[in-house]
């Protein structure tokens, strides 16, 4: 496996990690988040949840106005050119779109930003090895996500 696969796998093993806590999260609400229609229930008794982590979210996340607006900001980063990304202002800006991200999701900022927080330092490495990364919106969900 050459170093650009195993920085793209690792960019998609994040999102799937993250993937699968806005299943699971939308699957269980606390119980102070009680659904629509419902009593809060009593506390929950310990139990086992089985999550796919593939998400089945997948194409829901590529197509949400958050995950354009992360490439539209990586864009930006890199619009001067690879050698003159300020790497800490666009780790900042994607986690403000993660967080965002995440309240928009229920699982709260806080959380997504803490599971995706290696997405961005990973896309740098991965748009400075493959420029074309950024010619498409479907590149670029390639790179960040892999394949489906």
Request: aromatic share 6%; proline share 7%; no cysteine.
């Amino acid at each position: 496996m050459n170093r650009q696969t195993s920085k793209r796998m690792a960019a998609a093993a994040s999102l799937l990690a993250a993937l699968a806590l806005t299943s699971a999260a939308a699957a269980h609400p606390p119980a102070t988040q009680a659904p629509a229609g419902h009593a809060p229930a009593a506390a929950a008794s310990p139990g086992t949840t089985t999550v796919n982590i593939q998400g089945n979210d997948a194409k829901a996340w590529a197509a949400d106005a958050h995950m354009h607006a992360f490439y539209d900001t990586t864009v930006a980063a890199f619009a001067q050119g690879p050698a003159k990304v300020d790497v800490d202002a666009y780790e900042q800006k994607s986690f403000a779109i993660f967080r965002d991200f995440g309240v928009a999701k229920g699982v709260g900022g806080p959380a997504m930003q803490e599971h995706l927080k290696l997405i961005p330092r990973q896309m740098v490495g991965i748009v400075k090895e493959d420029p074309k990364v950024l010619d498409s919106y479907e590149n670029f969900i390639l790179a960040l996500m892999g394949p489906e």
